[in-house]
């Protein structure tokens, strides 16, 4: 079993919708929480982090953790066709050094 | 800043020829970090360095794979021989820890995409 596990989709949602996606994990040690955003064919790019346990907020982003239950959620509101692209959730246990992540979710908007 | 460079972009190569890839990280980054994206494995770290040694070459997955950081501002892939499972898109990532207190993002160069026929 991974230690990291990501909903697959992938996921075609139609513009203006509330989009969810999730990971769970396994190790508890884990205590920095991101999420990247990758587009066709370029490199991951950090959309947000959390540390620990909360939600946190940016624009139409809202990043949430649960350690009790080991899971971290990514909602985007508003969905607009430019957040076509996959989403991978990654995780750490120091802020230095590696990160383990997800297997990535393709999301889809349509106009 | 130009952000994490590699080259070449793209690789076609048959199997048994020695693979190199280039990266070159950020300026200032103290770390680097190798990894290679498959449909069906996902997104691996193979190797990352800190300061120019390397640290955790556990997900490396073969002795056919092998990682230098001779200096600061340049590190290579190698693939001797390679085989057409390695065909994959190789990223580097580059990230500071030299500001404490401030989260250490890591920062992906646009990757190598792998063809070994």
């Known amino acids: 079993q991974k230690e990291v596990e990501q909903d697959p989709g992938p996921l075609s949602v139609p513009e203006g919708a509330i989009v969810s996606l999730n990971c769970t994990y396994s190790n508890s040690a884990f205590q920095y929480f991101m999420w990247y955003r990758q587009y066709s064919r370029k490199g991951p790019e950090l959309l947000m982090y959390t540390y620990s346990s909360g939600n946190k907020e940016d624009g139409r982003f809202t990043a949430q953790v649960d350690k009790s239950s080991k899971y971290i959620s990514l909602f985007i509101r508003d969905s607009q066709p430019s957040d076509s692209a996959t989403y991978l959730c990654a995780m750490r246990t120091t802020n230095a050094g590696k990160s383990t992540f997800g297997d990535g979710t393709t999301l889809t908007v349509k106009p | 800043d130009a952000g994490v460079i590699q080259s070449p972009r793209h690789e076609v190569t048959e199997m048994g020829q020695e693979v190199t890839l280039r990266c070159k990280p950020i300026?200032?980054?103290?770390?680097l970090f190798w990894y290679r994206q498959t449909m069906m494995r996902g997104l691996e770290l193979l190797i990352y360095f800190n300061n120019n040694v390397p640290i955790d070459d556990s997900g490396m997955p073969e002795d056919r794979f092998s990682a230098k950081m001779p200096n600061a501002s340049f590190s290579t892939l190698k693939i001797q021989p390679s085989e057409p499972r390695d065909s994959a898109v190789y990223f580097c990532a580059s990230s500071s820890n030299k500001l404490a207190g401030t989260y250490n993002e890591q920062f992906f160069g646009p990757g190598t995409r792998l063809t070994v026929l």
């Open positions: 300026s200032g980054h103290d770390y």
